[in-house]
């Protein structure tokens, strides 16, 4: 005997109008006396109709998910919430349990909460903006005690009747910076260091004060300089071997040199403008400090850039690490300025007046002077524009002028050259061993 509508729904386990949707849809069927044989009704709703309809108690039950395997946790995780339980006074003894883990967790997000909230205070510093700022101070430091014999000397002079330049001589020896004496710290209140990373800025501190390091720019480029193939026909670490001529020039440009103006007047492709990029890796690295860089135009100052300073800084690992990506946030490496701890490097052309006057400048690289303008934006010779940058710096500051000579009588590297020692690079006679420097009449060679 068959079941009626109302009893075959509960039979289901559906409503009673589900069973009327599914007699009027034909997925199951009536007897003659209207009424429902549950055997084959059952039977019909299962193999016609969507199982992922499927409701009641025939209705496939879902598959289980598949249950992943446990992975094991790593020491140093399980060691950091016993570290931070520990910190806060909390048993962490044992095997590390959820719960514990949970607490260490909820413990590490406050604490961020609260930096956040120190931060927007102003409560926080950034470390290495701070680090930074320290070295820089101490670098002004040193540099102040390091102009006061200049500054003093014309004072002295006068009262002691002699020339300037003498008394410069004598107190000379008082213009390195003070060694940081160890017990300094002594003196110290113990309260101002009372703080995380005050060691970091006592330890940058000292290392801001002290002096210039008496490695020479041709032994520096030798031990750290790589060049990149995109500059260089010749790949691989520099060798100053390889041009010796350019030994004691790019000597004169160290700080313990005495000498404070460089000039090179030379043939074309002979490694001049590498001996810069040698003496600006130098500052970089040995003697930091503000660098104004000139070529001809501001055109070949961008060029200058791209195709000689990114690859000096992209392939000497010991300049990668001071000078920041250009694509990193707040980096101060663009194509005109590289900035480095206590220094700055701007790149510029001789025909902005704008920037070569925009700095003050301790070092300086002028480039082929042959070919800049005789007037920069009407303001003069950008020769005399550029060295003015160099006077708050006195006898320590450097100048290094560099280029291929032009016409005779107005070549400006000639009249720059004729002021100097006149040094030339001599080099012995394969055949008797008399050392001479090359002139062009006197070489001779066998045509054909």
């Not at 514990?100 to 290495?128: C, F, N, S």
């Not at 460089?262 to 400090?289: D, L, R, W």
């Not at 005109?336 to 701890?341: D, R, V, Y």
Request: proline share 8%; hydrophobic share 40%; aromatic share 8%.
């Amino acid at each position: 005997m068959g079941l009626s509508i109302c009893a075959y729904a509960r039979h289901r386990g559906v409503s009673h109008v589900a069973v009327q949707k599914a007699i009027k849809a034909g997925r199951i069927a009536t007897e003659p006396d209207g009424t429902i044989d549950p055997d084959k009704a059952d039977a019909a709703w299962v193999s016609r109709s969507d199982p992922s309809q499927r409701r009641g108690k025939a209705a496939a039950p879902d598959p289980a998910p598949p249950v992943e395997p446990l992975r094991p946790v790593a020491e140093a995780a399980v060691g950091s919430v016993r570290d931070t339980l520990k910190e806060n006074g909390l048993p962490a003894g044992g095997a590390v349990t959820f719960v514990q883990a949970r607490t260490a967790h909820e413990i590490a997000k406050a604490h961020l909460a609260r930096l956040r909230l120190q931060r927007m205070k102003g409560e926080l510093v950034d470390r290495a903006r701070a680090v930074a700022l320290v070295f820089r101070l101490a670098r002004e430091e040193r540099d102040a005690w390091g102009n006061w014999p200049a500054r003093i000397a014309a004072v002295m002079a006068a009262g002691w009747g002699w020339r300037r330049t003498r008394c410069r001589r004598s107190w000379k020896p008082m213009s390195a910076p003070i060694s940081p004496i160890s017990r300094s710290r002594a003196l110290i209140s113990a309260d101002l260091l009372a703080f995380d990373g005050a060691e970091d800025l006592w330890r940058t501190w000292r290392e801001g004060l002290t002096p210039d390091p008496a490695l020479t720019v041709s032994q520096w480029a030798d031990r750290h300089r790589i060049l990149s193939p995109r500059a260089s026909a010749e790949p691989g670490r520099y060798r100053t071997d390889r041009t010796p001529y350019m030994r004691a020039i790019m000597d004169a440009l160290s700080p313990s040199h005495p000498a404070r103006r460089v000039v090179f007047m030379k043939a074309a492709q002979v490694g001049a403008t590498e001996s810069g990029n040698c003496f600006i890796g130098y500052v970089i690295h040995h003697a930091p400090g503000p660098m104004l860089a000139v070529q001809p135009t501001v055109e070949l100052a961008k060029r200058f850039s791209r195709q000689r300073i990114d690859p000096l800084i992209a392939e000497s690992p010991v300049l990668r690490e001071r000078v920041k990506p250009s694509r990193a946030r707040d980096a101060g490496n663009t194509v005109l300025s590289k900035e480095f701890p206590a220094g700055l490097l701007v790149i510029t052309g001789a025909n902005s007046a704008v920037g070569l006057r925009s700095m003050p400048a301790r070092y300086l690289f002028l480039d082929e002077v042959d070919a800049y303008p005789p007037s920069a934006d009407e303001e003069g010779d950008p020769v005399a524009l550029a060295e003015a940058r160099t006077r708050t710096f006195s006898w320590r500051s450097k100048v290094f002028l560099a280029s291929t000579p032009t016409i005779h009588g107005v070549s400006r590297i000639e009249r720059e050259y004729a002021a100097t020692d006149q040094r030339r690079f001599f080099v012995p006679c394969p055949h008797c061993g008399q050392r001479q420097w090359l002139r062009f009449d006197r070489l001779r060679w066998e045509k054909g």
